[in-house]
């Protein structure tokens, strides 16, 4: 157990569970059997949730085999569309769509989850729309305010200017170096200085349009930063920039009475909500098994394998469910299908998942270094815990480690100050960490949580 446990720490995270395969000591394999489950298809649905019920089916795929009769049941997925819906709403309204019981709604059928998300829809959207647009108010506002700050000691009416038929007029900054060398240039422009700082100077240049092109040219080759002053900024500049500011203060003042009215729908609904997720999910993902199963006319077909040991909870799984036939086979009595191997954890290797929790695993060659939970299943590798890649921390209820990559949805993602990257803090995104390219993608999602 040292050199596992060493090997464990320094190469690769199943070490200790290959070296116990290699001695044959430490795992053995789960006694499996075939199930084959038959009935008509409108007791699909219940046979689906009586599979999960029982929790420990491994369900073959959909059937193509001719000599069967039976093809797969292809069908689109009718609850995945409600449920990005119900996602979305959650996402805008800050509640969590985490943590709720499918078992607390009593929704069954898209028409029920449609009406409910209407229902709270309704309320939201009018604020929505109206936060949306005082956050768009705001931040241009506070960009037109940046500009109009250096552009005080300018007196004359904005709009008026803008409005000369044969006047061009650029505002903007330049480096105040350059600014000395202006007056070599012998052409027709004038410059007029309304601000400096330790860097630049702030001003304006006016010219006549028909020679705008070539004026511009030249203030480009000083590095000329020029500001585009919005319409509706009106008045002069130091008038222009206090009605800015005015009109910041109120629109602040707005959206936070909006924000607070947002938020009381979502203290009022956040349990609904939760819980219409979490069935919304169960069904959605029992809906997903539908395609597993083989269809000839109105019967259907299931297979699957069970480890022996848990036959009793299948079929209690399904007492009491008339028209629904369980017949076991032996594992191997189907060629067209592979039973998969369980192996049973044994007391030297245990340590495993301590050792997980308590040192991290380095990932993909030591790229990162992963703490927590991990657990192996037909769906792949998945994790819950914490990844660290460089500077960033990421936490998931939910890591997909795949052989090039790892997906997740994050709890929260940060990136510490260091190593020349800047300071970053977000809660709910989307993932991707390719490891051999030296990357990780993080995306908000709509209405999401701002990085």
């Not at 996602?87 to 059928?109: A, F, I, M, P, Q």
């Not at 930063?225 to 707005?254: C, H, M, W």
């Not at 994790?383 to 990421?394: A, D, N």
């Not at 997909?400 to 800047?422: I, K, N, Y």
Request: proline letters at 4%.
């Amino acid at each position: 157990m040292i050199f596992c446990g060493q090997s464990l720490l320094n190469n690769c995270a199943l070490c200790i569970v290959h070296c116990a395969l290699k001695r044959g000591v430490y795992l053995a394999t789960e006694k499996m059997e075939l199930v084959n489950i038959n009935g008509r298809l409108p007791k699909l649905d219940e046979a689906i949730a009586a599979l999960l019920k029982s929790g420990s089916f491994h369900i073959e795929e959909g059937f193509s085999h001719s000599a069967t009769g039976y093809k797969p049941l292809n069908e689109k997925n009718v609850y995945a569309p409600i449920l990005k819906k119900f996602l979305t709403l959650c996402t805008g309204l800050g509640c969590e769509d985490e943590g709720g019981s499918k078992d607390n709604c009593r929704l069954t059928t898209v028409e029920e989850f449609d009406e409910l998300y209407k229902k709270i829809y309704s309320l939201y959207s009018e604020l929505e729309g109206r936060r949306t647009e005082l956050e768009g108010d705001i931040a241009k506002r506070s960009e037109a305010s940046l500009q109009t700050a250096h552009l005080k000691g300018m007196n004359e009416d904005l709009s008026r200017l803008f409005g000369l038929e044969y006047i061009s007029i650029r505002f903007g900054k330049l480096p105040s170096d350059n600014a000395k060398k202006l007056e070599y240039f012998d052409r027709n422009f004038f410059f007029f200085k309304f601000d400096e700082d330790l860097s630049y100077t702030y001003g304006m240049y006016v010219c006549p349009k028909g020679e705008k092109e070539e004026i511009d040219e030249i203030f480009k080759t000083l590095y000329f930063e020029r500001t585009r002053i919005p319409d509706f900024v009106k008045g002069n500049a130091s008038k222009a920039y206090s009605d800015l500011q005015s009109e910041i203060e109120q629109d602040k003042k707005d959206l936070e009475l909006t924000e607070g009215q947002i938020k009381e729908i979502s203290e009022k609904y956040k349990k609904e909500l939760a819980d219409a997720c979490a069935r919304l999910k169960y069904l959605k993902g029992a809906f997903s098994l539908r395609r597993k199963a083989g269809v000839l006319k109105d019967k259907f077909l299931i297979k699957g394998f069970i480890p022996s040991k848990d036959r009793g909870e299948l079929e209690e799984a399904f007492r009491g469910l008339g028209g629904i036939e369980l017949t076991f086979l032996p594992a191997d009595s189907d060629s067209t299908c592979k039973p998969p191997t369980i192996l049973k954890n044994g007391i030297l290797t245990r340590p495993f998942k301590m050792l997980v929790g308590m040192y991290g695993l380095p990932t993909y060659g030591g790229k990162g270094q992963y703490s927590k939970r991990l657990r192996l299943d037909h769906s792949g590798l998945h994790g819950t815990g914490v990844l660290s890649y460089l500077t960033s921390q990421t936490r998931s209820k939910d890591f997909l480690f795949l052989p090039d990559s790892t997906l997740a949805v994050t709890d929260t993602f940060t990136v510490r100050e260091e190593q020349g990257f800047p300071q970053m803090a977000g809660g709910k995104t989307d993932m991707q960490w390719l490891p051999y390219h030296d990357s990780m993608v993080v995306s908000t999602f709509e209405k999401g949580t701002p990085l």
